[in-house]
């Protein structure tokens, strides 16, 4: 029992996050988690799982240089805090002790 | 062109931007145009935009959208906080001027409401009839031999006439309410029950009348209830009374012991609620009511009210108009026969008006009515509820800007910090609205204590309107009002201080402003002083009317009521009475000289023998007994009393000072007169003269009477002599229960009924008391206040005088020689007008005390006594304070 409870959506967006380096903001999350889970991701819940993890201190924050693209408007890239790496890196750990108890047998190898 | 085209839309993004968190908004803008721009060239213009509208959409939820009230852009809810936090400071930091703004305030307040709820009720009269607005109750204006006038009674035919030649008319319908024909008070007992009970609410009304009413009925059908003869209807709770837990439909009632033709109740009512101006329980059908021989045809009798309902939209004006032909075709013959006047001379001297039924209860001053409402003293009261509201927010104001000084330097400061003025106004205002509010809800709490004692005090049955609608939206509107018109100078006047002047501290001294104060204070002052001046006069006019010589003796008179159902047996009744001890006298008579229930009036045309071209004088014509005059303790000026009277065939009469001057004769005894009335004229020896006697309101004059010897038994009066009246009512009631066992012994004394005619002037007189003492109330608090900030502000130059050699005498000269002042001249200004105000008052009243110097001595007095008494606590204070004190800490 962890006291770091993450839901999936939320690990799905840090670990897309932790892909995309340097490179994560709003849009490039969404295309990213659109294209490697073929699942469709709305804006909205995106943005909002975004702020509550940085409330939360797994994620932090800072705005890029203003370019002629999207009407003159920053971009805010997101970027996983150490918090946040070990938060997630519990979560895998949990995951794969799970995996690793599995019976041989079950998926039949 | 297809830039244009191309840009994404404006509307979400505006809705986007107005929502969103102002840390978020740069960037999921950005975010936002980005997947526009990318969807516009993958997908085309149609689906990029619909996005947009959807994923703005997607993005209003919690955690994007700003949270209220911490954004600046929208409102000034910081800056609202921080200007009452400062309200509430100042409250706290000057407490006793602000308990004086807020006391003074919540007086006003409650006075006010307690006022308004009275005026309300009053103006509230008949209007809960249905299609009130075209019930019309027919008055008769009337200008005869110098008398005019409005009479309520009309004739008989009128109502049934009016509605077979008007087609406008919907229905008509006749009251009779006249002790007179036996009714407005009877004893009514249960058939079979031995003992009946008095009841003073008993009225003749058509069947078609009680239809324009339509009272709600609880038992019985509103349409045929009065059809039958001897049929009648009694109210819900008379219902109660005497049939408690039984249908009252169908039951019978004895009226005054006439066992013999009881009345058949056909239909039980809702009681006439408190604001109307019927108040019947019982009324009697006046089908096949004939009280004599062709009386409900002939038109020479008044002694009908006559309402009408009109049709839907009916031209009021006109119909009223139409009238003058009822009034040429029946009336004219008979009234220029009865006056001795030319037919078409009547048309000028007599018509018919329509009064509208909601007016009947307060503007209502004609001939035979009774005592309704006035609409003078509602426009009195209301003008005492707006004057005393404005004392209490004159304090306000003088308060406030007496204290300037104290916020110059925040206005200074916030003006600096880059305040406009309009905020600084903002910020006061919303600083006496606060006020406003806590003084108001005083008020109200205040008001809700006192309303059983107002009731008392008005004689009415207010109920605090807790759950009214107009109430709880009226309270919010107040109170902003209040707050404004108390705010609104202050506010204006502290937001003008310039900054450099107010930080150095040199404004708030201005003579302008002091002038206005004392203008203020005398106008406070003012309104005090008119107020008692008219509670004084009105207590003297009062007691001049009680105590006055009245022209009889009304003083241990017993008057023995309902004595009319002995029959017969009324005169051994009296001769038993006047064999009991302590009875001087006793007469059977029930034309008394009061006014009220079961007192018969009547008016009836007299003029001197074969000379009615004369002219005619309409006077009462009293019927009495032998004893009645020594009975009354009335003077005999000439001739005799009829006990000593020689016998001849003639009808003898007394007449009163009044009647023998409008006939115009000198010497009445031994003349002769005749009197008109139903029967034709009859001839009248004149044998005595008293002295003239009040028998209406001193409102109205004398009129002639003419006493002849007749039967009137309703009222039994006796004078007695003892000092022990309880054991002589004992007596007498150990008397009448041998003559009427089924009928409880009623009495009253005639000084107690003599009272109570002059009920509402008493009552008025209490309010005016009560209001005066309010209103100086509040403004010897803002005196108070004002003297503190006085005595305060010049504490310093006061203790250097006293160094320099001031005595404690000089030293309070000139702290209360200036308000003194104020209320001399206060005086100047409130003697004329309450004088003038009270000699209008006095104008109603044919006999009135004269405005002596005195009133207004004492008025004036008296308030400047209560003014130095509030001022010296504070001028004392100051006068004997070591000077050490004030002017150590410099």
Known sequence: ?109 | MKNDTNTPPKLPLRFFRWYCHPDYREDLEGDLLERFEHRLKAKGLGTAKWSLYKEVMQLFRPGIIRSLGADQTLNHYGMLKNYFKMAWRNLLRYKMYSAIKVSSLSIGVAACLLITLYVKHELSYDQHFPDHDRIFRVLFEYNYQGESGFDVASQAPLARTLKEHFPEVEQAGRLNPYAFFGVGGNEIRRTGSPRGMHQKHTAYLDQELLEVFQPRMVEGDLHTALVEPRTMVISKSKADLYFPGENALGKTLVLDNKDKAPYVIGGVMEDFPANSHLDYDFLLTLAEKEFWTDEQTEWVNTNYLTYLKLKPNSNVQAFEDKLSTILQQYCAPVLAQELELEVAAIKDNFKFHLQPIRDVHLKSTHTGEAGGGDIKVVGLFAAIAIFILCLACINFVNLSTAKSANRAKEVGLRKTMGSFRIHLIIQFLSESILLSVVASLIGVLLAWWFLPYFNLLAAKALLFPWDSPWFILSIPLFILGVGFVSGMYPALYLSAFQPIQALKGTSGRGAKNVTLRNGLVVFQFGVSIVLIISTIVIHQQTGFILNSKVGFEKDQVILIQGTHTLGDQVQPFKNELLGLPGVQNASVGDYLPITGNEVKRNGVGFWKEAKKDEGMVIGQLWQIDEDYVETMGMKILKGQDFADRENNNLEKAIINETLAQKLGLDHPIGQRMEKGGGDGGNTLEIVGMVEDFNFQSFKEGIKGVCMIIGNSPYMVSVKANTADMPQLIRSIETTWNKFSPKQSLRYEFLDDRFEMMYGDVQRMKRVFFTFAVFAIIVACLGLFALSAFIAEQRNKEMSIRKVLGASVSNIFRLLTFNFIKLILFSMLVAVPVGGYLMQKWLEDYVYKIDLAWWFFGVAGVMVMAIALITISTQALKVSFANPVDSLKNE
Do not use: C
Not at chain 1, 3 to 14: A, N, R, S, T
Not at chain 1, 58 to 68: C, D, I, N, R
């Open chain 1, 1 to 109: 029992m962890s006291k770091h409870h993450l839901g999936e959506f939320e690990e799905i967006v840090m670990l897309t996050v932790a892909i995309l380096h340097d490179e994560a903001y709003g849009v490039a999350i969404i295309d990213e988690m659109e294209q490697r889970l073929n699942r469709k991701v709305s804006i909205g819940a995106l943005q909002t799982v975004l702020r509550r993890l940085e409330k939360k201190g797994y994620l932090s924050s800072k705005l890029g240089e203003a370019t002629k693209a999207r009407g003159g408007k920053r971009k805010r890239f997101f970027m996983l805090t150490s918090y946040g790496k070990k938060v997630l890196a519990e979560v895998k750990e949990q995951r794969l002790g799970l995996w690793n108890a599995i019976p041989k047998f079950v998926f039949g190898e």
